[in-house]
């Protein structure tokens, strides 16, 4: 099972959107409504801030969303924040004996 | 509130067995869809998804570890336990435990430990 693809980093100034893709095949993000993402700042735990492709936990601010298209997941940042900048991990769920595999990773810059 | 905690050595040899455990409070991981999973990140470098145990002691393991990989729990004693056999350099990591989501769909990880870092090195 391959990682999911990723950019390797996204930047934005403060205010500004941005948005991250998840790249994976028909066997994982194409084939389940079950993408989930990740932040995790330096030396910190991830922390989940998207489940099932666009479903916001409790206590996540409303400027991260999330959506899905074929094969691709993207995680969208409105109004980016200078706490946003962080490392964002895609993960999905691939059925069978597998079950999961997560994606390359991004580092987000806030410039 | 559920909590869980990674504990082990910071420091195996190569070829030894590293044996990993996770301490958990607020599950009991003997109910459905209770499960936990063990996730790694190499310095610099990406998260690995490595395996699960279920409620029910069933176990998924990724296919690139898989024979080196166990895991089982002791629901007596809140704990689940990692057992990777054959270490090498490339295996050093922070070595996470993760609780599976409770609601939705239940294919996310909602709580993580705190993470340990395991050196391979002779």
């Known amino acids: 099972q391959s990682a999911l693809t990723q950019p390797a980093s996204v930047s934005g100034s403060p205010g500004q959107s941005i948005a991250i893709s998840c790249t994976g095949t028909?066997?994982?993000?194409?084939?389940?409504?079950?993408v989930s993402w990740y932040q995790q700042h330096p030396g910190k735990a991830p922390k989940l801030i998207i489940s099932d492709v666009s479903d916001r936990p409790s206590g996540v601010p409303y400027r991260f969303s999330g959506s899905k298209s074929g094969n691709t997941a993207s995680l969208t940042i409105s109004g980016l924040q200078a706490e946003d900048e962080a490392d964002y991990y895609c993960?999905?769920?691939?059925?069978?004996?597998?079950?999961?595999?997560f994606g390359t990773g991004t580092k987000v810059t806030v410039l | 509130q559920i909590t869980l905690k990674e504990s082990g050595p910071p420091l195996v040899k190569p070829t030894q067995t590293l044996t990993l455990t996770c301490t958990f409070s607020?599950?009991?991981?003997?109910?459905?869809?209770?499960?936990v999973g063990w996730i790694r990140q190499p310095p610099g470098k990406a998260l690995e998804w490595l395996g699960l145990?279920?409620?029910?002691?069933?176990?998924r393991y990724t296919p690139s570890l898989k024979g080196r990989l166990t895991i089982t729990k002791d629901t007596s004693r809140s704990q689940v336990v990692l057992s990777m056999t054959n270490m090498d350099p490339v295996d050093t990591a922070t070595y996470y435990c993760?609780?599976?989501?409770?609601?939705?769909?239940?294919?996310?990880?909602?709580?993580w430990g705190q993470g340990t870092l395991v050196t391979v090195s002779s």
């Open positions: 993760a609780h599976r989501g409770s609601f939705g769909s239940h294919y996310y990880f909602d709580y």
């Open positions: 993960l999905s769920y691939t059925g069978g004996l597998t079950s999961f595999v």
């Open positions: 028909s066997s994982d993000i194409g084939g389940y409504n079950f």
């Open positions: 145990i279920y409620w029910n002691g069933n176990t």
């Open positions: 607020g599950l009991t991981l003997s109910s459905i869809p209770e499960a």
